[in-house]
């Protein structure tokens, strides 16, 4: 099952989510913004030097248009995040975005879209309910959302246990998807 944390804005919280996945010794898939990139380049290096994946949200993914302007935001995130990181996504996942031009964009930059099979809805409730979430959830070969909230990071080590007990290892987005 892949772990994949879409970062963008409340991210606070993600030195302490590293440090978790680096002490449990699992990488994971971080979907970020360009513009996050740019405003964090520590983070998104320590992210990559640690093994975690990169992806790519766009430059601003909390906005949409038509197929040129998604794809020039994609370009800017990748440019951007291969800056602050020093590597170049390969997947992107599109969010709330429209999924079809999304689809088309990320084609002619040579990116794979990806979506989420399972959100743990990070930004609602306290970690008691994210630990909940998992029981319900895990199917091996989903791609589970979370977000870097302060929540997030205090489940996160439960999260991991909660999977393992179900024989479930979490992994990459790209290992999942057999592009690994």
């Not at 804005?9 to 978790?20: E, K, V």
């Not at 010794?25 to 990169?54: D, I, K, Q, Y």
């Not at 959100?119 to 998992?134: F, K, N, P, S, T």
Request: with cysteine; glycine share 8%; proline share 4%.
């Amino acid at each position: 099952m892949a772990l994949q944390f879409a970062v963008s804005w409340n991210a606070a919280a993600l030195p302490a989510i590293l440090d978790t996945l680096k002490a449990q010794g699992t990488c994971v898939t971080f979907a970020v913004s360009g513009s996050w990139a740019e405003e964090n380049p520590a983070l998104a290096r320590r992210m990559a030097e640690e093994g975690h994946e990169l992806a790519t949200m766009g430059y601003a993914p909390e906005q949409d248009g038509k197929l040129s302007w998604v794809q020039e935001d994609l370009a800017a995130s990748v440019t951007a995040i291969e800056a602050a990181a020093g590597v170049r996504p390969v997947l992107y996942y599109s969010g709330e975005r429209g999924v079809s031009v999304s689809a088309r964009a990320a084609k002619k930059l040579g990116l794979t879209q990806v979506l989420c099979t399972v959100d743990l809805l990070c930004a609602r409730g306290e970690a008691e309910d994210i630990v909940a979430r998992v029981s319900d959830a895990p199917i091996p070969g989903s791609i589970m959302l979370l977000q870097p909230t302060g929540a997030a990071a205090e489940a996160l080590e439960r999260v991991l246990l909660a999977l393992q007990e179900k024989g479930i290892r979490p992994t990459t987005t790209s290992r999942v998807l057999g592009r690994e």
